[in-house]
Structure formats: structure tokens, C-alpha cells
């Protein structure tokens, strides 16, 4: 099915604990998202690719890094999980469609906890 | 950055009522979209509109950019439409920005 797939769905972290979050998108976009969502905070971007071989920081990257592998996956990482951290993180991916117009897609989230 | 605000914050209907969401954005943008997130977190995309206003089925959405602010309406709300509505808007290109959300409970 096309989309957007994040892997894990849910994850427990202990203090200090690193780890990957995967996103694949298989439209053909140029543009992909790391997003977190925290309660009455909407959704907040860490960081974008605007295309392959690119990245670039958000609104709150701090903590976290990005890979651009392909065009496909982009990935985020926790070198050393904290607390502040639990959230939900979701992924998208974009194209820009005529006439000037976004199509935009999330991927289904991940659930993180840090104890 | 840019700072978007989406009001009411929660919204309580009764199955059957008509609803209108506000969002209203601190400048210029490129893009403004709207989304809807079901109870079981699934996001969906539900209008691209910069300006102008479109329909789809029970909803619809009008933007006036001049006066920085978008309306989403449901019309004859129904359970289903349950969830948190979020504004976005695009900023220098390439940066979406969401406002917090008005969270909708549709009573049958």
C-alpha cells in the first residue's frame, strides 16, 4: 500500500538509552518530516529534508539528529534519550502538486516513552 | 517563527449541529492546510487552501489571506467527525507550522 511507514509503533526508553526511528514513504516525494506531538501542543517540527541529500532543523531540533539514506527513508535519532523526549513522533512526506498546491501525508506515529 | 492560533480549543456538539473553527496565522504565508486527527491518532490531510474557499461534502474551507485567518465549517456533524482539527501553514517554503488544535466531541 503507498504511504508513509514508521517503525517501531511504541517504544520504552531508559534514561540515556539511544535509538532510531525509521520512516520510508513510497510516493515518490521530495520532502520528508519529523514531527512531534505533545498534549495541547499541536504538532512541532524537529527537522525537514527538502530533498534527497539535504537537511535541515525545525522548530525544536535540539536532541535529536536526522539521515537522509534515500529518497525514500529518512531517519531520526536519540543519541542519549531523556525524559523531555516522550512524545509521539510522526513522519510525512510531501510533493509540491500543481498548481501550487501540497499533497501531504503522515506516517501512523510512534509512541516513545523515556522512564 | 510564526505563530498560529486555532480557537475555539474544544468544541462539544450534538449530532446534527454546524460548526465553525477559526485559525488565525501572524503573517504572510504560502500554503495553508487543514488536517483532521481521528481518536486513533491517524492524520488526514482535508483541504489545501492558500485563499478562496472549497467544499468537500460536509466541510468546507475559506481563507482570507489578506487578513491573516481561515474558517473550516462543518455542516450536520456526525460522530465520526470526532477528533482534533489542526491548522497548518507553510512558512519560507518549505516549513509547516501547526497551530494547537480545536478538539471536537460529536455527541449522538
Known amino acids: 500500500n503507498a504511504g508513509v511507514t514508521q517503525t517501531p509503533k511504541f517504544q520504552v526508553l531508559k534514561t540515556g538509552q539511544s535509538m532510531t526511528l525509521q520512516c520510508a514513504q513510497d510516493m515518490n516525494h521530495n520532502s520528508m518530516y519529523w514531527y512531534r506531538q505533545d498534549p495541547g501542543m499541536g504538532l512541532r517540527l524537529i527537522y525537514y529534508?527538502?530533498?534527497?541529500?539535504?537537511?535541515d532543523k525545525g522548530e525544536v531540533p535540539n536532541g535529536y539528529n536526522v539521515s537522509r539514506l534515500n529518497k525514500r527513508e529518512f531517519s531520526l535519532r536519540l543519541e542519549s534519550a531523556a525524559p523531555s523526549q516522550t512524545s509521539v513522533y510522526f513522519c510525512?512526506?510531501?510533493?509540491?502538486?500543481?498548481?501550487?498546491?501540497?499533497?501531504?501525508?503522515f506516517g501512523s506515529g510512534t509512541r516513545l516513552t523515556v522512564v | 517563527g510564526i505563530q498560529v492560533e486555532q480557537s475555539p480549543p474544544d468544541l462539544i456538539l450534538q449530532e446534527g449541529a454546524n460548526s465553525t473553527l477559526r485559525c488565525n496565522f501572524s503573517d504572510s504565508v504560502n500554503n495553508l492546510q487543514w488536517f483532521h486527527q481521528n481518536p486513533w491518532g491517524q492524520l488526514i490531510n482535508l483541504f489545501y487552501i492558500p485563499s478562496g474557499t472549497k467544499q468537500n461534502g460536509r466541510l468546507s474551507a475559506t481563507t482570507v489571506a489578506t487578513e491573516r485567518y481561515s474558517l473550516l465549517y462543518i455542516s450536520s456533524s456526525q460522530t465520526t467527525d470526532s477528533g482534533v482539527y489542526f491548522c497548518a501553514v507553510l512558512y519560507n517554503f518549505n516549513k509547516f507550522y501547526f497551530g494547537s488544535g480545536t478538539k471536537l466531541n460529536v455527541k449522538p
Open positions: 529534508s527538502a530533498s534527497e541529500g539535504t537537511t
Open positions: 510525512a512526506s510531501s510533493v509540491q502538486n500543481s498548481p501550487g498546491g501540497y499533497g501531504y501525508t
